[in-house]
């Protein structure tokens, strides 16, 4: 486990109980500071440094000391994926990891002494997020984030949601129930290319030399990765042609599936997928991701045929749905351009956009 650790000159007086421990679990520490007694030093600086280290990734879980640890709380809790709560004492960091999963913990030196920090670590790594409830609870909140981007990660798979306004503009008119098939078709095809920007943001580049009319320089390219996107059949179609004049390489499989309309299961009816499907980053297309349930056995489908990297690609989740996936493919990225409320008795999503394949097909 990877900490990224940071205090100002009040909360330096627990930072050795702190080192002290994470040795003792043998975990890997980023110290982002401060080193020495600065009593001009101010909490933000540390908080955002340490806040940013958990919100990329870089490190697992964040730890902050301040003299409360109230403000350096609130500074860390403005970067979009933070999820910082103060735990001066053993039933705060139980239930701060219980149901908040905070990735960020605050304590306070001038609130508990060094002796006590170990015990509250402790408590906080050994107890486990409950999930379930919960993980609707902190999707709401992170909807609220404004960026265009909010990147979950709430001990599974993330969960990538794009509130860019231009995305936002056209989910707002293929939501509308007069909007006509022929643009519902353009609008789902170009919220689709938005969005492979970011799906395909973590693709790896190598350098290559390139003559420039000027000059000579190092530019950079996609290293080999080769695509695959896996529309589900039907709704799915409607978001091909628009990541495919992004990525025109990339090589397409089929999988038909279509729920019972009773049970709400997935019934399978196809499956097409390219033979080196194994080898492939695999982007699975789904407009909706209602129970969850089709896209999960899609999923599943492609890794009885040996497909690896897998993520999914939908413009509206309901909670269930994300919940579901989650469980059956924990490892699984989920795209998507809007969480919705829940899902109604016929496991329609709420608000949603109704039947995205009747909508697409012009079928009702
Ligand atoms: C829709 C949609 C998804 C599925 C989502 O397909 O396109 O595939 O429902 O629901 P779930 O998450 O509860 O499984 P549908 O069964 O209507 O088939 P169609 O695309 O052929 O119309
Ligand atoms: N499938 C759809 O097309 N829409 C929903 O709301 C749920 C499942």
């Known amino acids: 486990m990877k900490i990224a650790l940071g205090c100002d000159h009040i909360g330096i007086k627990l930072k050795d109980a702190v080192v002290a421990y994470l040795a003792s679990r043998k975990f890997e520490l980023n110290d982002f500071g401060?080193?020495?007694?600065?009593?001009?030093?101010?909490?933000?600086?540390?908080?955002f440094k340490v806040a940013h280290a958990v919100a990329n990734e870089e490190a697992d879980v964040g730890i902050l000391l301040c003299?409360?640890?109230?403000?350096?709380?609130?500074?860390?809790?403005?970067?979009?994926?933070?999820?910082?709560?103060?735990?001066?004492?053993?039933?705060?960091?139980?239930?701060?990891?219980?149901?908040?999963?905070?990735?960020?913990?605050?304590?306070?030196?001038?609130?508990?002494?060094?002796?006590?920090v170990a015990p509250i670590l402790d408590?906080?790594?050994?107890?486990?997020?409950?999930?379930?409830?919960?993980?609707?609870?902190?999707?709401?909140?992170?909807?609220?984030?404004?960026?265009?981007?909010?990147?979950?990660?709430?001990?599974?798979?993330?969960?990538?949601?794009?509130?860019?306004?231009?995305?936002?503009?056209?989910?707002?008119?293929?939501?509308?129930?007069?909007?006509?098939?022929?643009?519902?078709?353009?609008?789902?095809?170009?919220?689709?290319?938005?969005?492979?920007?970011?799906?395909t943001r973590s693709l790896p580049l190598t350098e290559k030399?390139?003559?420039?009319?000027?000059?000579?320089?190092?530019?950079?390219?996609?290293?080999?990765k080769k695509l695959a996107i896996v529309p589900v059949l039907r709704a799915g179609l409607g978001m091909v042609d628009g990541i495919l004049s992004i990525v025109p390489n990339a090589k397409v499989g089929h999988i038909g599936l279509y729920r019972d309309p009773e049970t709400?299961?997935?019934?399978?009816?196809?499956?097409?997928?390219?033979?080196?499907?194994?080898?492939?980053?695999?982007?699975v297309l789904d407009p909706m991701l209602a129970t969850g349930g089709s896209s999960a056995e899609a999923i599943s489908l492609i890794k009885k045929r040996g497909g690896k990297k897998i993520s999914l690609v939908c413009l509206i989740a309901a909670p269930d749905g994300i919940e579901c996936v989650h469980k059956v493919h924990p490892e699984v990225d989920i795209f998507i351009a809007s969480l919705d409320s829940h899902l109604n008795d016929h496991g329609y999503i709420v608000p949603g956009l109704g039947d995205a394949g009747d909508r697409l097909f012009g079928t009702k």
């Open 34 to 47: 401060a080193y020495e007694f600065d009593k001009d030093d101010d909490y933000p600086d540390v908080a």
């Open 67 to 116: 003299g409360t640890g109230f403000g350096i709380s609130i500074a860390a809790n403005k970067i979009p994926g933070i999820r910082a709560i103060p735990c001066n004492d053993l039933n705060s960091a139980k239930m701060a990891k219980a149901h908040n999963n905070i990735n960020v913990i605050t304590m306070g030196g001038n609130v508990i002494t060094p002796e006590q």
């Open 123 to 199: 408590m906080y790594f050994n107890t486990e997020f409950e999930g379930g409830r919960h993980i609707r609870r902190l999707n709401k909140i992170s909807m609220a984030e404004h960026s265009t981007l909010s990147v979950q990660s709430h001990g599974s798979g993330r969960v990538v949601i794009f509130n860019h306004p231009l995305v936002q503009h056209k989910m707002g008119i293929i939501r509308d129930v007069n909007t006509s098939v022929k643009q519902f078709r353009e609008l789902v095809q170009e919220i689709a290319g938005l969005m492979v920007y970011e799906i």
């Open 209 to 224: 030399e390139v003559q420039t009319p000027i000059a000579k320089t190092i530019a950079h390219t996609i290293e080999g």
């Open 264 to 283: 709400l299961k997935p019934i399978e009816y196809y499956c097409k997928l390219p033979f080196d499907i194994e080898d492939r980053d695999i982007f």
